[in-house]
């Protein structure tokens, strides 16, 4: 991919953007242009594409921000608007966002295309920008995605269907070119489809849904998605925080390729509104995904030394994907503890995984704390408590830098925040998942 896209640079013949429906270009590239594709008609094509004010900019190497501006903009406190531009060979169509911020990875940018709706929503801190239009001609299924990190870019690079040239790359849609507060935007869904289902304990299962090849979507970590079903004539909406398929996902052979791939693990409650339906989904079934959400910074995990995971049942499920990173990528980190609270032995979600871990990385060690245990449980038993709480939270020094995340019913979170704030941690070493 990463050739491709260096191969597309020296070809860049085109470009044409909307900035709310405006129309830049640079006339020095067209006049380039023209000389290697004699398809390309200035006028003709301002007239046939977006009307518009039309605005002259100095050209510059391609793909390339003038210096000063990224300096300028990645001091600055708050994100300062992106732009977009495309350009394209005779088989390619590139789509570049310049988010103008460092923070950005493939997690940051999630883009759709359907019919003739293409969509491209960059997350950008508690912003969202969204690039939203119709294309002017048809593109294949499959598109990549990538990301140069250190200027904040993001390149998609579209098949065109037929090699002939654009000209223009369609037109806008909704809220194109919008750069809102997140919470300002509406979730945005697509359909997936089962692919899997297995046991995992005799009310979780561990479900496997598969993404559109038109969609490129990673869940960052610490994040949920919100699953929609129609259920008697209404849909429904719950969330639900993707998992790794394994605790040791990183260390086998890829099978297929794991960014089509959602895991979640979800408990079936016989009388809940929403899982029992989902539990009906048979293989090949479809179901609504949308876009990630949620309040946990993949940064609180920096040059951390000692990480503790509080969790009840199903409040396991983000801890999964943080255990995951924190172990295969934060070079500090000395020990992981993860205290997992059930009900019983036979409701512990992925105990031998866990003990597997243990064995093979001395960093982590779990400790499982049943509230109604068989008779024969010789570990430890009741609620979580101060008591529990101060034997298990030892830092590994005094000035250690910790982070303790806790997820499970909503007393228990509650309750749990309320105990470590007594134990003196402060707000920036507690992490509570919550909706
Ligand atoms: P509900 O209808 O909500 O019922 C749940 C239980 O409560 C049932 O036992 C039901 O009988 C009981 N109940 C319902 N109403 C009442 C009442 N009035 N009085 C007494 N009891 C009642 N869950 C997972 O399994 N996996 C996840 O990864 C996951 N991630 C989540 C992420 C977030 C951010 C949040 C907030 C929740 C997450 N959940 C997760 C929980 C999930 O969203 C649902 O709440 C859960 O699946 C139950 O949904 P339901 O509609 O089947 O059950
Ligand atoms: P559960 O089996 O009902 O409970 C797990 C353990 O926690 C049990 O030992 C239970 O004890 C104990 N517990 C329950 N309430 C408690 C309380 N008030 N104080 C102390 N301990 C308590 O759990 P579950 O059915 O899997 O539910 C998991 C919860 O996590 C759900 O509410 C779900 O919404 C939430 N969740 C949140 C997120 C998120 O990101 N926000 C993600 C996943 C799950 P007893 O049953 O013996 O009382």
Not at 177 to 187: A, E
Not at 264 to 270: A, E, N, V
Request: some cysteine; charged content about 20%.
């Amino acid at each position: 991919m990463i050739e491709t896209a260096a191969l597309l640079r020296p070809l860049t013949v085109l470009r044409c953007s909307f900035t709310h429906i405006a129309f830049s270009k640079t006339i020095a590239n067209v006049n380039t242009v023209k000389k290697v594709h004699r398809w390309v008609n200035y006028e003709s094509m301002l007239k046939e594409c977006l009307v518009g004010r039309m605005a002259m900019k100095p050209a510059l190497p391609k793909g390339m921000l003038p210096q000063s501006q990224v300096t300028d903009t990645l001091a600055k406190e708050g994100p300062s608007s992106p732009s977009y531009d495309w350009f394209q060979t005779d088989s390619l169509v590139t789509i570049v966002i310049y988010t103008k911020q460092k923070d950005i990875n493939l997690d940051s940018v999630i883009v759709d295309h359907r019919d003739d709706s293409f969509r491209a929503e960059t997350v950008i801190k508690d912003y969202s920008y969204l690039v939203h239009v119709a294309l002017s001609h048809e593109i294949q299924e499959d598109f990549s995605v990538l990301v140069v990190e250190n200027v904040g870019k993001i390149e998609i690079i579209l098949k065109k269907k037929e090699n002939i040239s654009w000209k223009c790359l369609g037109h806008p849609l909704e809220n194109h070119n919008s750069f809102i507060p997140k919470k300002d935007t509406g979730l945005f869904y697509r359909k997936c489809q089962l692919v899997s289902k297995e046991d995992v304990t005799h009310d979780t299962k561990l479900f496997c849904l598969m993404l559109p090849p038109s969609t490129h979507l990673q869940v960052p970590v610490g994040q949920h998605v919100y699953l929609k079903l129609p259920i008697t004539g209404t849909e429904i909406v719950k969330p639900y925080t993707p998992v790794s398929d394994s605790l040791f996902s990183e260390f086998k052979e890829p099978v297929l390729p794991n960014n089509i791939y959602i895991y979640f693990l979800i408990k079936i409650y016989p009388a809940g509104f929403f899982t029992p339906e989902l539990d009906q989904l048979q293989i090949g079934d479809y179901i609504s995904v949308s876009n990630p959400e949620g309040n946990f910074i993949i940064s609180q995990l920096q040059e951390l030394e000692d990480l503790f995971l509080l969790a009840a049942g199903t409040g396991f499920t983000p801890m999964v994907k943080v255990l995951n990173y924190a172990l295969t990528n934060i070079p500090s980190l000395r020990k992981v503890k993860l205290m997992f609270f059930n009900k019983t032995e036979d409701d512990i979600i992925w105990r031998s995984q866990l003990e597997k871990l243990a064995f093979k990385d001395k960093r982590f060690e779990v400790e499982f704390v049943l509230s109604a245990p068989a008779y024969e449980w010789s570990g430890k038993q009741g609620y979580i408590s101060p008591a529990l709480l101060s034997e298990f939270l030892e830092r590994s020094s005094d000035t250690s830098r910790v982070l303790i995340c806790l997820c499970g019913p909503t007393p228990f979170t509650e309750q749990g925040m309320k105990m470590l704030h007594d134990l003196n941690f402060s707000k920036d070493e507690i992490h509570s998942f919550t909706a």
